[in-house]
């Protein structure tokens, strides 16, 4: 157990399906991130948000729409995906946005038919 | 930009002592650390090290931190079966993200 939940833990959706996936921490970090990570490739940030705002944006397709509502949860939107956004897809978080050890979740098994 | 990397794949006889190696190329990393992955599973934090330490040692982990040639190891001595994943080393710049190799695959031989 990090302190950071993700759910679910497995998804498989259609390329016109509308789906979530969820993070929660329960260490109290300001900063928190979704990472992918795909086979045979270096993990990759996506989004950052620190305090509620995002920060960073890795020229990631519109079809990955993130929400923060609290500092505590992490939220990202999926719709229209393609097959090779199959990945796991990590959530973190830390203490702030440049400073402090950055904790993972389980991770989010995404397969998209 | 930032680039670490790792070996790919290492293979050990339980009881041995395990040596996972990486490089990276940002001279004004702050942190560097550590993490192992099991199948199915996320990313698990191991150990970090502070950019101003040369060594740090936890239990059967030890991490040898070299600036000048901007290496880092991880030792795992008396290497177990459940030692077995992916170890992943990642470096924090001064900047704003957290760069990660490709990860080394250690298989432990009973």
């Known amino acids: 157990e990090t302190g950071v939940t993700q759910t679910p833990r497995h998804l498989v959706m259609g390329m016109t399906n509308k789906k979530s996936l969820k993070c929660e921490q329960h260490l109290g970090h300001n900063a928190m991130y979704w990472y992918k990570q795909s086979a045979k490739k270096p993990l990759e940030l996506m989004f950052v948000y620190s305090l509620e705002e995002r920060v960073e944006n890795n020229s990631v397709p519109s079809r990955f729409s993130p929400e923060c509502p609290n500092s505590s949860h992490l939220f990202l939107h999926l719709h229209t995906l393609q097959p090779e956004d199959s990945a796991l897809y990590l959530c973190a978080s830390s203490q702030d946005f440049l400073a402090g050890v950055v904790f993972f979740g389980e991770g989010s098994r995404l397969t998209v038919l | 930009g930032e680039d670490v990397e790792q070996s790919l794949f290492l293979s050990v006889r339980e009881g041995d002592s395990s040596v996972i190696n990486c490089t990276y190329t940002?001279?004004?990393?702050?942190?560097l650390y550590w993490y192992k992955q099991e199948p199915g599973a996320g990313l698990q934090l191991l150990t970090y090290i502070f950019s101003n330490m040369d060594m740090k040692q936890d239990q059967r982990l030890t991490v040898l931190l070299n600036k000048k040639d901007k290496h880092l190891s991880l030792r795992i001595a008396d290497t177990q079966t459940g030692d077995s994943a992916i170890y992943f080393c990642?470096?924090?710049?001064?900047?704003?993200?957290?760069?990660f190799g490709t990860g080394t695959r250690l298989t432990v031989i009973p």
């Open positions: 940002d001279s004004s990393s702050t942190y």
């Open positions: 990642a470096e924090r710049t001064g900047a704003n993200n957290l760069f």
